[in-house]
């Protein structure tokens, strides 16, 4: 079974590398859980987006923050962020932004039903232009998740999952801003480390015009957990 996880994971890195010669936007992602008291966890998580030139990074993101276990299935979530753009290899826009978030969970049989919400405040600058301006978004995720190959996931789990996620700004119009629609497949290597990728499709709302990305994703999730029951979070591509 191990073999076959390898192999699927080097098929995807390689897909990803013949990609840079197709319209195809590169996403890739290492997060860290430290669930350090049973009520209370840490979140890191660091990007990279090949946007304009899949073999180009143009685009970053460092966050964090911390959550609480309310109850099994209820987590509150506060977030503070930095966010970078390039534009032609030029730092052309940075973003400061933090959040409130509240993610519930339902279950049904092995199925996860995961109902994230989320307010964020976003400050921006744009160092060519000298241009300060700020935003307030909403977003939904509605996040399936699955095992494949036992009943719940713990080390040695293929699962899979996929989300659709809705934006509005508040102080721009489109009210509407943005959907993503994301499926793949994860691999809880062991109690610590874990793998997901998949595609990623997002739509962009504007006055100017629409516009669609696709991305391929890859992501490295470390979990570090001292507790005796032990629960695998997945981010996803966010």
């Known amino acids: 079974m191990k073999k076959r996880i390898f192999q699927l994971f ?86 400061f932004r933090i959040w409130l978030q509240d993610v519930i969970d339902l279950k049904a049989g092995k199925f996860k039903f995961e109902n994230r919400f989320r307010a964020e405040k976003s400050w921006f600058y744009e160092p060519l232009k000298d241009v300060h301006s700020d935003r307030i978004r909403l977003r939904y995720r509605m996040n399936i998740s699955v095992p494949l190959n036992s009943e719940t996931v713990k080390p040695g789990t293929l699962f899979a999952n996929a989300y659709d996620e809705v934006f509005f700004v508040t102080t721009e119009k489109p009210l509407f801003a943005r959907n993503r629609v994301y499926g793949g497949f994860g691999y809880q290597i062991d109690e610590n480390f874990g793998i997901a990728s998949g595609y990623l499709w997002q739509r962009e709302f504007a006055n100017s015009g629409n516009k669609n990305l696709h991305f391929l994703y890859l992501a490295l999730n470390i979990t570090i957990d001292g507790s005796a029951e032990k629960h695998y979070h997945f981010p996803g591509a966010d």
């Open 10 to 95: 080097i098929f995807l890195l390689i897909l990803k590398v013949s990609a840079q010669s197709e319209h195809v936007s590169s996403f890739d992602a290492i997060s860290i859980t430290y669930k350090f008291h049973p009520k209370f966890f840490l979140f890191a998580e660091s990007q990279i987006r090949g946007i304009e030139d899949y073999s180009y990074p143009d685009y970053y993101e460092i966050k964090g923050g911390i959550g609480y276990n309310l109850t099994k299935n209820h987590k509150p979530f506060i977030g503070i962020g930095r966010y970078g753009n390039y534009k032609n290899h030029e730092f052309s826009k940075e973003e």
